[in-house]
Nanobody, 116 residues
Framework: VQLQASGGGVVQPGGSLRLSCVDS????????MAWYRQAPGMQRTFVAL???????TYANSVKGRFAISRDNAKDTVYLQMNSLKPEDSAVYYC???????????WGLGTQVTVSS
């Protein structure tokens, strides 16, 4: 698994961004995929996850604003972020979890900055 996240940037409060995470090796379809974020000086925290069957879970702070999805044919997972707030500013990381081996894989993060 080699994860590559993209789509970050600078956006005004209330704006939207869509993050993408691609597995360049092409093994993503069987993994539980998740997004985490880490603000400066803070611990990395859970944002959202999606199972191989498409079930989703969200952190309370993003519920109703963010949507995680996956396209297994493209080995890609997305995070649609709407109604962004300054407190959403962080580096966002893509994570792949392999259930049978309990291994976790991380990609390099992508910076999201919400500022007026």
């Amino acid at each position: 698994v080699q994860l590559q996240a993209s789509g970050g940037g600078v956006v005004q409060p209330g704006g939207s961004l869509r993050l993408s995470c691609v597995d360049s090796i092409g093994a993503l379809s069987s993994y539980v995929m998740a997004w985490y974020r880490q603000a400066p000086g803070m611990q990395r925290t859970f944002v959202a996850l999606i199972t191989s069957r498409g079930s989703t879970t969200y952190a309370n702070s993003v519920k109703g604003r963010f949507a995680i999805s996956r396209d297994n044919a493209k080995d890609t997972v997305y995070l649609q972020m709407n109604s962004l707030k300054p407190e959403d500013s962080a580096v966002y990381y893509c994570n792949a979890h392999d259930g049978p081996t309990n291994r976790n894989y991380w990609g390099l993060g992508t910076q999201v900055t919400v500022s007026s």
